[in-house]
């Protein structure tokens, strides 16, 4: 079994480990097609997906820096296989609960198939 089916299966696994962890039905939104740079205007509506789970956590005491990685931050898990439109990138948001997210950072492991974000409130 190569190295990319072990974390494949090892990222299933911490799913079903971190179960009171997760939130359902998350809307990943992606940025405004038709904003108007020159203008600033932005008009249409933005694409979004629903992702069924991810693990939605608080930061680490010693993670927290104040600056990069602020107290009220969060980090969100989310399955790459989850991501049916491109990719997650930081300029798209989360929708947790009626709550808006913005994405601050985002990494996506070696075998491409687990996403962690740095979250923040606006």
Do not use: C
């Amino acid at each position: 079994m190569g190295l990319n089916k072990i974390f494949k299966s090892a990222v299933k696994t911490i799913f079903k480990t971190f179960s009171d962890f997760i939130i359902n039905d998350v809307v990943l939104i992606y940025p405004d097609p038709d904003y108007n740079p020159v203008s600033g205007e932005v008009g249409g509506t933005p694409t979004t997906l629903v992702i069924d789970e991810i693990i939605f956590v608080d930061y680490e005491k010693k993670e927290i820096d104040g600056d990069i990685i602020r107290s009220l931050d969060k980090k969100a898990l989310i399955q790459a296989v989850s991501i049916t439109i491109g990719t997650i990138d930081t300029d798209m948001k989360l929708e947790i609960d009626g709550d808006t997210w913005d994405i601050v950072d985002v990494t996506l492991d070696p075998s491409k198939s687990l996403y962690e974000t740095q979250s923040r409130r606006p």
